[in-house]
């Protein structure tokens, strides 16, 4: 679905991506590992046109997408949900989740019943629909970054380190949500720096050691070779 | 009493005005991070598609619907033209391309049009006066005021409620992820755009009704007024530059109603002195969001 070849992502004369390769196919949750600076998010915001590519190609579908302007790739049905939640603070949990059908405009979102379906996974926004997203806490900020990119209906979903800082029953919450939505067809590529949560998600995973790729595999392959402890991972992370 | 409240309603009408004014500057400010300096000859531009459309025929409020139409356009054409190859240069670059565009388009109106003031023909009506409880109050300011409050209030429902107006709060949080949304960056700066030259043109027209002529230089004055009461509201803050140009009005029709005769030559010097002193007790302006280190 997603194939990502030997992507290279500079800022300025820093190399933060090195000849990165990916595949993410349909119906896949495929994680990616990596101590912190490693280029993990370099890696996904480049896929949205949102990292300065220098070199390799991004493919949607067998098209390429690394020419298009970032709304351009969210109106074809992938989008992220970036590091650090980066909901609109000044505005409330219903006018978010309003932005976030954008991509596929307001009408057809009510038509496929989008806002509803939102409330149901998450009945705490429902509560808040009208609180300012800033007043939120952490854990209800990042159910409304994730129900805001669900609210287009996108088939592939980029999930940006969704645990951090969250408390341990949330993240559950968010994980469970996950698997669920992957059972209902829905496609993700998670970065994650809680390697074991990661990794008990996961079908396939990438290590990502200073921008390139380390290592690749199924779960098993990870522990039994015990690469992310290699990597300097702690199994709470 | 009875001077107080006149001076009271030409405080609203000029503080109206410049709060307009400053909030054009602040729409275009909070999603770019420009200040448009040639905000001012937009309500030039309107000026003069008012007196053009006039001598052309056009009946009275024809002409100004032509002349709000051409002062949108052309902060529209702005952005696509001169604003939009620097959008990812610094703060710097785009202060002077405004710079740039503002001498560009006075240097056009003197050689184009003319060096000198064209009359405005303002509709006879606006000359009179009307008495409310007792107290005569001119009709310019009374227009003013109504304006003003109608041009608000939509700004509000359409910032609370159109999904336009949604976007554009979010694009002046945070760019990129608006971008997320799927929202079309450059329909968004261009609104933006649109907003703040309807804007200009809604003062301009005010303005040109209490001076009935236009010149090339017309717009330097207000712009740089409703500069300071964007920057004492806050730069980026809304509401903050609506506040500001409220009160920035206010302090001058107050001081020149009050000042005494031998120090009214220092009139903008002592309402600018008593800004600076609002600006050293808030440094972020009244409603400005902190500044953070980039
Ligand atoms: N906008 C930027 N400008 C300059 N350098 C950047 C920028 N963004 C990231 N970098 C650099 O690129 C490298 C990779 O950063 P990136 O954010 O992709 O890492 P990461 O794996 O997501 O780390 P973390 O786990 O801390 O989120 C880092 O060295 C970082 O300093
Ligand atoms: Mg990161």
Redesign the interface.
């Known amino acids: 679905m997603l194939t990502v070849d030997q992507l290279s992502v500079h800022y300025g004369p820093v190399r933060a991506v090195k000849k990165v390769s990916l595949a993410v196919q349909a119906g896949e949750i495929v994680a990616v590992l990596g101590a912190n600076g490693a280029g993990k998010s370099s890696i996904l915001n480049a896929c949205?046109g949102?990292a300065p590519r220098s070199a390799g190609s991004i493919t949607l579908d067998g098209a390429r997408i690394d020419k298009l302007?970032?709304?351009a790739i969210?109106?074809l049905g992938l989008?992220?949900v970036?590091e650090g939640r980066?909901v609109?603070?000044?505005?409330t949990v219903a006018?978010n989740l309003?932005?976030?059908a954008?991509?596929?405009g307001?009408d057809r979102a009510v038509a496929l019943g989008s806002l509803d379906w939102i409330f149901s996974l998450f009945p705490r926004l429902a509560e808040r629909r009208a609180q300012l997203a800033g007043t939120l806490s952490g854990g209800e900020q990042q159910m409304l970054a994730i129900g805001?990119?669900l609210m287009?209906k996108p088939r592939l979903l980029l999930l940006d380190e969704p645990s951090l800082g969250l408390a341990p029953n949330i993240v559950d919450l968010i994980f469970d949500l996950i698997i669920g939505l992957r059972k209902e067809g829905f496609t993700f590529l998670l970065v994650e720096q809680n390697a074991e949560l990661a990794l008990d998600t996961c079908d396939r995973a990438y290590l990502v050691m200073s921008g390139a790729v380390a290592a690749q595999g199924t779960p098993d392959l990870f522990r039994q070779n015990d690469l992310v402890g290699h990597s300097h991972f702690a199994a709470s992370g | 009493m009875d001077y107080f409240a006149q001076q009271a309603v030409n405080a609203l009408a000029l503080g109206g005005t410049y709060a307009l004014l400053a909030l054009g500057l602040a729409v275009v400010f909070s999603i770019l991070g420009l200040i448009n300096f040639a905000h001012g000859e937009l309500m030039t531009i309107t000026g003069y598609g008012l007196v053009f459309s006039l001598a052309a025929g056009v009946p009275y409020p024809g002409a100004l619907i032509c002349g709000v139409a051409l002062a949108v356009f052309c902060a529209v054409a702005m952005e696509r033209v001169a604003f939009r190859p620097v959008r990812r240069a610094s703060a710097t670059t785009m202060l002077l391309t405004s710079f740039a565009v503002s001498s560009i388009l006075h240097t056009a109106f003197q050689n184009f049009i003319s060096a000198r003031p064209k009359p405005v023909p303002v509709p006879e009506w606006l000359g009179g006066a009307f008495t409310l409880a007792g107290i005569q109050i001119g009709a310019i300011p009374s227009l003013s005021i109504l304006v003003t409050v109608v041009a608000l209030a939509t700004l509000v429902w359409f910032f609370q409620s159109a999904q336009t107006g949604l976007a554009m709060r979010a694009a002046s949080e945070d760019f990129a992820v608006t971008r997320l949304m799927g929202i079309n960056a450059n329909r968004v700066i261009a609104a933006s755009f649109a907003i703040s030259g309807f804007l200009a043109a809604v003062a301009g027209i005010l303005w040109l009704f209490q001076r009935g002529s236009v010149d090339p230089m017309m717009g330097f004055v207000p712009v740089l007024k409703a500069f300071i009461a964007a920057v004492l509201g806050g730069l980026g803050s809304l509401q903050g530059a609506v506040l500001g140009g409220l009160i920035l009005g206010a302090t001058e029709v107050m001081l020149r109603a009050y000042l005494p005769e031998a120090l009214l030559g220092f009139r903008d010097a002592i309402a600018l002195a008593l800004i600076i002193g609002l600006l050293i007790v808030f440094p972020n302006g009244l409603m400005g969001r902190p500044i953070q280190a980039r």
């Open positions: 949205l949102l302007s970032t709304e969210v109106r989008t992220l970036p980066r609109f603070s000044g505005l006018q309003s932005l976030g954008s991509a596929i307001k805001r990119a287009s």
